[in-house]
């Protein structure tokens, strides 16, 4: 085959030299998946890929591959200024000082390789503007999703839709925290302690369990879906914190199961929705089966209709692979001096519209007095704020309790109600409320 058709044997050909920042879990993964893999990747690239230096915060930790310590330095500038390395994977994460090794890795000519969803989401921009001025690459596949390939399938197999809508679960810790409560009845924080105890959970949860991982990563999903850009302060987020035991159990009997779900939605020509929350989804929908620590993604274009992703969310291995993916492709674009090809597609400007506006069907959990008119005194106050009911149970005790599921209705009619509700004399508690989503 032709150097020209993309592969070739690559014997002879001068490698092309990675530099990593970071050797943790997803440094060690793509080193493993680049070394194991080494042959049948320059093939695929024409060239061998070799890592030639790989920059950590401390020589002496003991590390998950075993790497020739000559290549390791404490010194990031030795990756960020050879000037034999062509491509920098940035693999350390949080915005500082990751921000500025990525920043200076693009002014000194290197494409970059990043899998730090917080940067990309924040600051993303500034570093794909400083890619484009100089023709450079900057991917970021292993930013969401763990090893799903679903940011390069959206930039390029699906870049001739308009997508309406991404979402999906995309933490793995909190689903695998669901998927346990559902299946063992069992309360949040005695699974979340055991989820700690066996290394599934972090020792601080907190921007798993609270959201912000995910709303991160619909942050990303929904830029590169909408072709504009959206801020995580953009994005409304709540966590799983104040999911009980007793509500998974009251939405299994109604057929549905708890999942955290991220989702971004085209509305109109000018705006989007973006919002990570808890949602009560129909047990026969496709996202309800994904269980454990698995995510799954599903998009929807106006060509190919709904298309759905699924993989591991997180992991060495899973998520070297999407890194090596990335590195792959800057290679070929190196060898045909093609980087850049695919810059920044934020190129429209829709705002993002509050929560308030969402229109959607709910769950509401509360204790009521075991009274004749109570149910009607409810409804009447759900009926006032235009709040139409689908169904209720109500058991028989002093304390009675009451589901209530409605249609679809603004959020914000929802928020009236709720709050009239809770002073009603009739109404002991609002316990919980949660969406629900088709
Ligand atoms: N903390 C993430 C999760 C994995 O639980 O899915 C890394 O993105």
Partial sequence: MSEQSGSGT????????????????????????????????????????????????????????????????????????????????????????????????????????????ELIAKDGHDAMVEAAQRNLDFMFEGSVGGGIPIIQAMKSAL??????????????????????????????????????????????PTNDVEGFDAQYKIAILSSIAFTSRVQPSDVYTEGIMRIGAHDIEHAREMGYVVKLLAIGQ?????????????ALVPASHPLASTSGPYNAILVRGDAVGDVM?????????????????????????????????IACTCFEHRRALPMDTVVTRYYVRMYV??????????????????????????????????IWVTHRVQEANMRRALKELGSLPEVYSVENWLRVEE
């Fill in 10 to 117: 690559g014997h002879g050909t001068p490698p092309i030299q990675i530099g990593l920042l970071g050797l943790g879990v997803v440094g060690s993964g793509a080193y493993k998946v680049l070394t194991d893999n080494a042959d049948a990747i320059e093939q695929k690239v024409g060239a061998p890929v070799v890592v030639k230096k790989i920059a950590v915060r401390n020589l002496n930790k003991e590390r998950l591959v075993s790497v020739d310590r000559s290549l390791l330095t404490d010194n990031p500038d030795e990756v960020l200024d050879d000037p034999d390395i062509a491509i920098v994977c940035e693999l350390i994460g949080g915005v500082h000082p990751a921000k500025e090794f990525v920043l200076k890795a693009l002014r000194n000519g290197k494409s970059v390789v990043s899998a730090n969803k």
């Fill in 159 to 204: 870049a001739g839709n308009a997508i309406h809508e991404v979402k999906g679960i995309v933490n793995g810790t909190t689903n695998y925290i669901l998927t346990r409560m559902t299946r063992e009845g069992a309360e949040l924080a005695d699974v979340l302690r055991d989820a700690q105890a066996k290394g599934y959970a972090e020792a601080d």
């Fill in 266 to 278: 085209r509305v109109g020509d000018d705006a989007v929705q973006v919002r990570v929350h808890p």
């Fill in 309 to 341: 992703f699924y993989g591991q969310g997180a992991g060495m291995l899973a998520t070297g692979s999407a890194v090596v993916g990335d590195i792959i492709e800057v290679c070929r674009n190196l060898r045909h001096h093609a980087t850049g090809r």
């Fill in 369 to 402: 007095t075991d009274r004749p008119g109570t149910l009607a005194a409810i409804a009447g106050v759900f009926g006032r704020h235009q709040v139409s009911i689908e169904s209720v149970r109500a058991t028989a005790a002093d304390r009675a309790e009451a």
